[in-house]
């Protein structure tokens, strides 16, 4: 059985939780998926770094609470990050990229990413920074570098949109992407049209983790913007920067507004979409609406997300599930490597990456 070492960048909640999975479920997830997965580097803003070639044992780590975690005192540690030095220099076969979202430059993690494919080695993210602002160029240094760059949970956490699109819609022309793409604004606006205040509501949501400190991403509808941008330029061929995505959030509403529409059979939403034109252009947008009952993405309600697709022979196909969550998003990790192993596990042609070579057999 081959296996597959892979260094964690972040070990905040999403790359926690896929320790916690490997854990937990490693020798179940072997026999179920055909390989096996060892961490052999991780680093973090605040823990510092660790790196153990022959693997890292993970239980003493999770079992650490995560403001209290620091590599220095261990074997291996230090309490420097060391990023680049990691992602460069340590034989890993997976880099693994799970930091904050910049939705400015897709920095530090734009760097992670390219980093990794420079060295020949594949990456699974679910920071949108880099794939919304230079995903085109990433996946041509991949392609060059013979190595995976996988995504999914860049647009919504662990439910497989892009895949879908990717491998179940062959034969269809999709001509426009609709949706509810963040799970914070959607359970704002449900509060709102139950009359709590949008303070109020942005504070409830903070308590139940639904929305960071600042929420400014979420409610203003950039959270939505970048995740639009990857679905446009993936799903319908197109190549957009920021400033092509007009954005629009949700914070001029009231709780009188979105009331006085649910009395009318409406439901606010905050719609992130992307519709392509005859000429090929293709116009992106997020913006607040308030939709009639029938539509498909009006029950949507919480922290749940939905994307529809609108395609020549089926009309419309939604597609529905979390659209947050650390062990969602965290699947969405595994099902990156996943594909990584069906689109390379068994490619020899790559001299750059140590993946399924004798000395990773198990």
Not at 28 to 56: K, N, P, W, Y
Not at 299 to 324: E, K, R, Y
Request: with cysteine; charged share 20%; hydrophobic share 40%.
């Amino acid at each position: 059985m081959g296996r597959y070492d892979l260094a964690l960048i972040g070990f905040g909640g999403v790359n926690r939780a896929l320790a916690e999975l490997m854990s937990q479920n490693g020798d179940r997830l072997a026999e179920e998926l055909g390989f096996a997965l060892r961490v052999v580097a991780i680093t973090d803003l605040r823990a510092g770094s660790l790196v153990d070639t022959d693997g890292i044992d993970l239980a003493p780590l999770l079992a650490a609470e995560p403001g209290e975690l620091s590599f220095a005192g261990l074997a291996g540690g230090s309490a420097d990050p060391r990023n680049e030095w990691v992602i460069r220099e340590v034989p890993a076969d997976i880099v693994v990229e799970a930091t904050f979202t910049n939705p400015t430059d897709g920095e530090p993690a734009l760097s992670h990413v390219r980093w990794a494919l420079e060295s020949g080695k594949h990456v699974c993210t679910t920071n949108k920074g880099p794939v919304a602002l230079a995903g085109r160029a990433l996946k041509r240094l991949a392609a060059e570098r013979g190595v995976g760059f996988e995504f999914e949970g860049s647009v919504l956490s662990g439910t497989p949109v892009l895949r879908t699109a990717e491998r179940m819609f062959g034969g269809l022309e999709i001509t426009g992407v609709q949706g509810i793409m963040n799970g914070t604004s959607n359970y704002i606006l449900g509060r709102l049209e139950e009359g709590i205040e949008l303070s109020a509501a942005i504070a409830e949501a903070q308590e139940l983790g639904y929305a960071e400190a600042d929420p400014t991403a979420d409610i203003e509808g950039h959270d939505v913007q970048l995740k639009v941008m990857i679905l446009a330029n993936e799903v319908l061929g197109a190549d957009l920067r920021r400033e092509d995505v007009f954005c629009e959030g949700i914070s001029s509403l009231t709780p009188h507004e979105v009331r006085d529409a649910a009395s009318k059979g409406l439901r606010w939403k905050l719609v992130g979409s992307a519709t392509r034109h005859e000429d090929g252009s293709v116009d992106a947008r997020v913006t607040p609406l308030a939709l009639p009952a029938q539509h498909p993405l009006a029950g949507i309600c919480g922290p749940v997300n939905a994307v529809a697709f609108h395609t020549d022979l089926l009309g419309t196909v939604t597609v529905s599930g979390p659209g947050a969550g650390r062990t969602e998003t965290a699947y969405a990790l595994l099902s990156d490597i996943t594909a990584i192993h069906q689109r390379h596990g068994d490619d020899d042609s790559a001299p750059t990456c140590p993946v399924l070579k004798e000395t990773h057999r198990v």
